[in-house]
């Protein structure tokens, strides 16, 4: 079964005990939360699956040729590229065979004639000390000129990370907006009775497991760098705010308070996580170090539940969800100023406010006609828009170049991952071969 957002009015969460009622109301969605995690049967290791559907208003006519290589490959990096350029639904693939001529030159005739404007070539050689000089060079068919291209050395386990980062320069020359091929996403899983952090590609690739734990685990959270990631643990057999270096596996409890800890937010210079604190005996938006220690700084002050921050890009300005007006909506607080301003109106029920890396654009969950959907407004006006026709979404999460939002949801009785552009062209559906997924959150763009 699926979670369903937080419904305020919920039987489940009303309590008649007026001293600890706000914390029990925390405590029951928290649980409510990791209970409705699915159980997945046991494997080794999960394999994910993209499907993608659409295309967006305009597509770039290119052709990728196969790398020269000295030898076999474990990745195909022109197959990864073309993936990539595809799924973006930006690039339309023209068919790459016999575009390179004799010399490996391309062969611009052939190219044309094909319909191609823009045609990426390379090689690949494999260094003595095991490692690959991977080289490859962009190509305007129209004019019949070079528009650039590098070289760069990468280790054998590199070489699909190498495919992404050349995906991305190609997309960038091309489109001016940065691509994402090369970013991660970590999501949540439940795997027999071991719940599991993971990270993977953007698309669904090189799944990794930095976490494993016999107690829940939820609301991961990406610093800016992408070094780290804030998530709640249950370990303590009650909510507790983590934060979890990647690179060395260290992790440190950051939110360790009375009552619950939970949906950690970082600041966009990454020394702060706002997170959300039943320590008063109210849910409230807290200031917290994101190494730990100090005394928290209480940001929200209502007789409601405020709860799920985001700062926006400014880091002057944070979005949360409250029922101080009597339903779940979504406001703006001044950070500085304490001045607090509702924005939703399109609905009884907005909650899990996420805010576009140039700070324009607000994606959240709307309850319409009794489904849950993945809507989107400009923050400076304009009417909501929904994004999502699933009925049961989650979860939104912007990609960071603004292009894309992913969220979780439910086809068919299985959770999956679903991407969307902020078009509403294309849709990116990522499904698990062992089971459910839940909680995406994507990682920013590759340094």
Do not use: C
């Not at 705010?241 to 260290?250: C, D, F, K, M, N």
């Not at 409890?253 to 950690?264: E, H, L, R």
């Amino acid at each position: 079964m699926n979670a369903e957002p937080l419904d305020y009015n919920s039987p489940m969460l009303r309590s008649d005990r007026p001293a600890s009622a706000l914390s029990v109301l925390i405590q029951a969605w928290l649980l409510a939360v990791v209970l409705a995690l699915p159980a997945l049967a046991p494997r080794a290791a999960a394999q994910m699956r993209i499907e993608v559907s659409g295309v967006g208003a305009t597509q770039y006519p290119i052709a990728v040729a196969g790398f020269v290589t000295s030898g076999r490959l474990p990745v195909d990096v022109a197959d990864v590229i073309r993936a990539d350029l595809t799924r973006s639904g930006a690039f339309r693939l023209i068919d790459p065979l016999a575009t390179l001529g004799d010399s490996g030159a391309p062969n611009f005739i052939d190219l044309r004639a094909k319909g191609a404007d823009a045609v990426v070539g390379g090689s690949i050689a494999r260094l003595a000390d095991g490692r690959y000089d991977v080289r490859f060079r962009l190509s305007d068919v129209v004019r019949q000129s070079s528009l650039g291209g590098e070289s760069f050395v990468a280790a054998e386990g590199d070489l699909r990370f190498a495919a992404h980062r050349i995906a991305d320069w190609i997309y960038e020359k091309l489109t001016g907006q940065p691509g994402i091929f090369s970013t991660r996403i970590a999501f949540v899983s439940k795997n027999g009775p071991r719940y599991r952090l993971n990270i993977a590609d953007w698309d669904g690739e090189n799944i990794q497991t930095p976490l494993a734990s016999p107690e829940p685990i939820i609301s991961p959270s990406w610093s800016p760098d992408g070094s780290r990631l804030a998530y709640v643990s249950f370990e303590s057999k009650k909510p507790v705010v983590y934060v979890h270096t990647l690179a060395t596996g260290q992790r440190q409890a950051v939110a360790n308070f009375k009552g619950s800890n939970s949906a950690p937010a970082w600041s966009p210079d990454g020394r702060s996580l706002a997170v959300a604190l039943t320590r008063d005996g109210l849910s409230q938006i807290y200031l917290i170090s994101a190494s730990g220690g100090g005394q928290p700084r209480r940001l929200t002050q209502s007789s409601g539940i405020d709860t799920e921050p985001a700062f926006a890009p400014d880091g002057k300005t944070m979005y949360f969800t409250s029922d101080r007006g009597g339903s779940p909506q979504i406001y703006r607080l001044n950070i500085d100023s304490g001045d607090v301003a509702r924005v939703t109106f399109g609905s009884t029920y907005n909650v899990s406010p996420r805010v576009s890396p140039d700070g324009r654009q607000l994606a959240f969950i709307s309850r319409r006609d009794g489904r849950f959907v993945v809507a989107m407004k400009e923050i400076n006006g304009g009417a909501e828009q929904v994004m999502s026709d699933g009925g049961r979404e989650e979860s939104p999460s912007f990609a960071p170049n603004g292009r894309w939002i992913m969220y979780a949801t439910q086809v068919g009785g299985r959770d999956s991952l679903m991407a969307i552009s902020t078009d509403g062209r294309v849709k990116q559906r990522l499904t698990s071969s062992s089971g459910d997924i839940r909680e995406p959150t994507w990682g920013p763009l590759a340094k």
